[in-house]
């Protein structure tokens, strides 16, 4: 026990400390120490060696423990390579089933670790004949790895043939064929000795002699000797199809064009192996086109290669890629960035699962099957899921969820629209619809305006063109604005509301809907009306019984207007003169006046000519007053001291010059009721296009007080009209004849009375200067002129039409020798009777002195007759007479 406590530092207690199956003693002594402990049952007693450690089970560190070395292996514990083949005794033991105490398993002459490892030491490796042939690994467990009937050695160091390939030279006949028939292994003879294009090692190999010529056709298959030589195939069997694959031979040899993803390829594919490329379909099923549906589309005219058993290298055959619809030539079928096989294999990373190679988006979540592999962690291995849409089941689908955690439950998204606003009418009015949180897709809402808003549409704001907003994603709101209208403008109104609610989503599925509606209120601007009274003094004849009192808006209002209003004694007292009066009156939304009525009694009496009382209007409601209060004045004419007053005409038409030039009026009044006073009234005449004063009088003007007394019942007067012998602006002209003033006793029954005048006079006659010279000046222009008179008198202008021309003797022209200077039309004022036709001569040269001739005629006049209508005028020579 000492010795295990100190030297050794084993357990006393355990015989056994490190259970590799020796006793502490065995391993520290071996079987030199028979006196202390005995032997072991050694297995091999050449490969056994000690001490071990009796504290480390494993002491070479082979992987093979002490015991299982001495006790059962018969290796050596202590060497972890007992025959020193370059193979640990584990390897040889438990994986590659060769003796971990023989180097050479199977005698072949090659170690067993040069055969799986390859010659690394240098002697030996510069034993090999033929480098380029030299192949490895071989089976160390057969001495001929390729059954050529050549050991794996001797075509190493004697031949120079490779042990792994029958037929190192491909020339039809093996490596021990050819050693045994004297024929070179390493190099394809195409030597014919017999004359026939055959080489004779292909012969011998197919016929066994050389007795075949190149065009026989042993098999009778139409491909003669040569030709099934040139294209490696069997004489001695019917070639149409001899692998039977589906595809023609001459197919296979000459190959078959086939077009993927826009590239041609040709394929020359073993007429004998009707799997060219060992992938589990044959090459007639290869060439076959089919279709896949990849992404939800689908792909037609798809085939494989029939000389690559894993053409896009994704791990998977081309008869794997058939049975997943994948495509054989892209090793990412869906594009997700994760290889076919590794999707059907579930691969990736540490974190393994399958998903769709034909499906970028296996659940359709809006994140490809790698971002979702790559989002997984060590603490969610298996989250996301790319295999469920909301891999942590809170309803958002694990794409939506790129600034979360597609693995933690979220709060359920709500949409709402946000509380009230006030707005003047006219201004924009804005409503913020937001999110509850951050949304990871855009979310589209569709908002309603309630039936029971008061505000409408085209009359009080503009109708969007879309209920619609989107809120992006990332953000949280959106704002939904609404353009209210003033209109019309001035018109008091009530305030009005517009209630918007959310109606939907676009997306319902990823939010929900808080159903309270938002409130928009529109504030009218429009002042309030004021209440206008068109006549604050009414006079009303006490024969009518009543007073209407008219009060106005002075706009139309959407309001109900109400105003009170009272009664108030004057000389006029209640209840003798009039019936007093209160209460409230109304003026409905949308009308624009409304009447007060006082009534009173008729009483046959005479009484005061004029008695007056008031209405007060007072404390308006939706409408403002003038004044506070504002009063009516109301004056009733007592109808038994009063008299009608009317005018008459003897005629309201006069032609000048005749009836003496005069007209009469008459003033008369109907007299009921005998009084002793006279009713007094004043007639006056009015100008209009007729006129009383200069410089043009038509009549004399009239204002004239006239007094009917008690008794009489007319009075009547003459107007003067004025025979002017002048032309008149009009045809005819008119002027007003009126009682303008009666006195208080008097009531004035008739307007205004027109007087029409009729003009007597012709037009004014106009007439041109007979003639005029003018003489030509070397040195300047020379101005000329002809007269043109009127005669008549006339208030109108004359407006008088010319033309120059040219006298065909010596003719003088317009714009060459001289210019007119006078405007066209010639106006001749009414008040000037005559005026002139102006002209310029031009300046003459030298050498010229001839007298030149023009004329110029009148060829219309408005408002005159023309009498003398031609003027000529001379330009006379610079020297001499004209």
Known sequence: DGEEAYTYFTNPLKPDTDDDGLTDCQEIFGDSAPGRCPAPAIVNSDTYNYPTNPRNPDTDGDGLTDGDEVLVHGTDPTNPDTDGDGLSDFDEVENHGTYPTNPDTDGDGLSDGEELNGITNPARYAAVVRHSTYKFPTDPLDPDTDDDGLSDGDEVFVHGTDPTDPDTDDDGLSDGIEVDLGTDPLEMSLDSNDGDNLPDAWELRFFGNLDQGDTDD??????????????????????????????FDKYEIEGRTVIVDGVSFTYYTDPNN??????????????????????????????????????????LSDLEERNHNTHPYRADTDGDGLDDGIEINGTYGDFWTATSPVEADSDGDRLSDLDELELRTAAHPTCPDPWN?????????????????????????????????????????QLIVQLSRVAYEHIVVNLAIAGNSTATAGQDYVQPASMQVTIPIGQTSAIFSIQTLHQPV???????????????????????????????????????????FPNSNIT??????????????????????????????????????????SGTLHIPAGQTSATVSVLWNDDDIAGALKRTFYVDFMQPVNAQLPSSPTTVTVTIEDDESMYDVSLTLSATQITEGTNGNSLNYTVSLNRQNMSSQPVVVRVATTDGSATSSAPYIDYVALSEVISIGPGETSVTGTIDIIDDDRYDSAAQEQFTIAIVEASENGRIMTGP???????????????????????????????GALAITRTGATERDIQITYQTYPQQSSPAYDGQHYDVTSSIPLVLPANTSATEFTFRVHRVAQSDNTTRYF?????DAVNATIGADTGNVTICKRNGSC
């Open 218 to 247: 042993m098999d009778g298959d139409y491909c003669n000797n040569l030709c099934e030589f040139e294209n490696d195939l069997s004489p001695l069997l019917v070639d149409y199809d001899g692998d039977g694959d589906g595809v």
């Open 753 to 783: 009375l027109t007087v029409t005048i009729v003009d007597n006079d012709a037009e004014p006659e106009i007439s041109i200067e007979a003639a005029t010279e003018v003489r030509a000046s070397t040195d300047t222009t020379v101005d």
């Open 855 to 859: 004329q110029v005629k009148l060829t």
């Open 490 to 532: 001035g018109r008091d109104e009530d305030d009005e509301y517009i209630y918007v609610s959310i109606a939907s989503l676009g997306n319902p599925s990823v939010a929900e809907i808080d159903p309270t509606p938002a409130t928009i209120t529109i504030r009218d601007v429009d002042p309030e009306p004021n209440l206008v």
């Open 274 to 315: 009707p799997d060219t490329d060992g992938d589990g379909l044959n090459d007639y099923e290869e060439l076959v086109p089919y279709s896949i549906r990849v992404n939800g589309s689908w792909i037609t005219g798809v085939t494989s290669d029939p000389t690559s058993a894993d053409r896009d290298g994704d791990g």
């Open 389 to 429: 849409a909301d891999s942590d089941g809170d309803g958002l689908p694990d794409g939506h969820e790129t600034l979360t955690d597609p693995c933690l439950h979220d709060a359920p998204l709500i949409v709402s629209i946000a509380g009230s606003t006030v707005v003047d009418e006219g201004q924009t009015a």
């Open 540 to 581: 009303v004849n006490e024969m009518a019984g009543r007073v209407d009192i008219t009060v106005q808006l002075s706009a139309i209002s959407d309001r109900d207007v109400s105003v009170n209003y009272q009664t108030r004694n004057g000389t006029a007292t209640s209840p003798n003169d009039y019936i007093a009066a």
